[in-house]
């Protein structure tokens, strides 16, 4: 099977950086992904990383490391439309199968 | 725009009736998915179709069933064999060039 592990819950002030993690137990996938979506909403797509490394787009950046079977999102000058669940993904090689963790809630405080 | 439509947002069922969930899109993709999301939980896979008049189960496909007539619409039924139907329930599509995938605004499905 696959599994993907996330923390369930990260508490973090306006204007920091943090950083969500994400552990798997898969193989064969094309690459990891990352999502947000807030209470009520669809979730809305962030990042991917087909190869090992960091990925920037804006104030969010992702990496992989396949050898580590690990990967985190990063969150830069954290704005309070920030608070959402975060949800890291992977899409494997049998029928481009998509299989998500049980999401992180970032709560932004002032 | 292009995008996935969803209908109806709210849906009410009585036990026993069997529903159907719309899903349709405009993005000439020719994946598409249904996700069942319970509170406080992830997406879990209930069938995804490749392309048109081809379905595969997911996870968790018992008590569902799905069409793929055209490939602009995935209809997803909660027959009343599912036991515990109550969730929110996503339909997505996905590019064969992207790995992206792009979500509909989702169905709250409440069974009273």
């Known amino acids: 099977g696959q599994s993907l592990e996330q923390p369930s819950e990260v508490t973090a002030v306006e204007g920091a950086i943090v950083q969500i993690n994400c552990t798997y137990q898969?193989?064969?996938?094309?690459?990891l992904s990352w999502y947000q979506q807030h209470d009520g909403g669809a979730p809305t797509f962030l990042s991917y990383?087909?190869?090992?490394g960091l990925e920037e787009t804006g104030r969010f950046s992702s990496f992989l490391s396949r050898s580590d079977s690990y990967g985190y999102l990063l969150l830069q000058e954290l704005q309070m439309k920030d608070s959402a669940s975060y949800f890291c993904?992977?899409?494997?090689?049998?029928?481009?199968?998509?299989?998500f963790g049980s999401g992180t809630k970032l709560n932004v405080k002032p | 725009d292009g995008g996935i439509t969803q209908s109806p947002k709210y849906l009410f069922r009585k036990e026993g009736q069997n529903v159907t969930l719309s899903c349709e899109q405009n993005?000439?993709?020719?994946?598409m998915y249904w996700y069942r999301q319970d509170p406080g939980q992830g997406l879990r896979l209930i069938y995804y179709?490749?392309?048109?008049?081809?379905?595969q189960k997911g996870d968790i496909a018992e008590g569902y069933s799905v069409s793929r007539e055209k490939k602009e619409s995935f209809p997803l039924t909660v027959t009343s064999a599912q036991k515990n139907p109550t969730a929110f329930y996503l339909c997505?599509?996905?590019?064969?060039?992207?790995?992206?995938?792009?979500f509909g605004p989702g169905t709250r499905l409440t069974v009273l």
């Open positions: 997505a599509s996905t590019s064969e060039r992207d790995n992206e995938q792009f």
């Open positions: 898969t193989s064969g996938f094309y690459g």
């Open positions: 990383n087909a190869l090992d």
């Open positions: 993904a992977v899409n494997r090689y049998n029928f481009n199968k998509f299989y």
């Open positions: 993005l000439n993709h020719d994946a």
């Open positions: 179709s490749q392309i048109v008049n081809d379905f």
